[in-house]
């Protein structure tokens, strides 16, 4: 059983960068992909970021594409999401998910495991 624990979060001003951590326990880390999903009330959680298990792919929502970047630190059992040219479409809750499967997938039911979230408030 993997356990996630995000962190990070907060309010930010808009334009300001914030670096979203997600600490994995209870598995072997190299073994998983992740992801960060987010969910803004009353809607769906939607995919934001992807890296595979052997970190040699990384993809992103299109909403996201050149501002954030993924990146995982096998040795800290840590998976990042820096996210710069923040906006106020950004606040959201931030999940952090995680799958054995060699390539992440773009669904939720494709994640087997799931943190609690933290919240970004992006203002204008």
């Known amino acids: 059983q993997v356990q996630l624990v995000e962190s990070g979060g907060g309010l930010v001003q808009a334009g300001g960068p914030l670096r979203l951590s997600c600490v994995a326990s209870?598995?072997?880390?190299?073994?998983?992909?992740f992801a960060w999903f987010r969910r803004v009330p009353g809607k769906e959680r939607d995919l934001v970021a992807v890296?595979?298990?052997?970190?040699?792919?990384?993809a992103y929502a299109d909403s996201v594409k050149g501002r954030f970047t993924i990146s995982r630190d096998n040795a800290k059992s840590t998976v990042y999401l820096l996210m710069n040219s923040l906006t106020p479409d950004d606040t959201a809750v931030y999940y952090c998910?995680?799958?054995?499967?060699?390539?992440?997938?773009?669904?939720?039911?494709?994640?087997?495991?799931w943190g609690q979230g933290t919240q970004v408030t992006v203002s204008s």
């Open positions: 998910a995680a799958t054995p499967r060699l390539l992440p997938g773009r669904l939720e039911s494709d994640y087997h495991y």
């Open positions: 890296i595979s298990r052997n970190d040699t792919m990384a």
């Open positions: 209870g598995g072997t880390f190299s073994s998983y992909s």
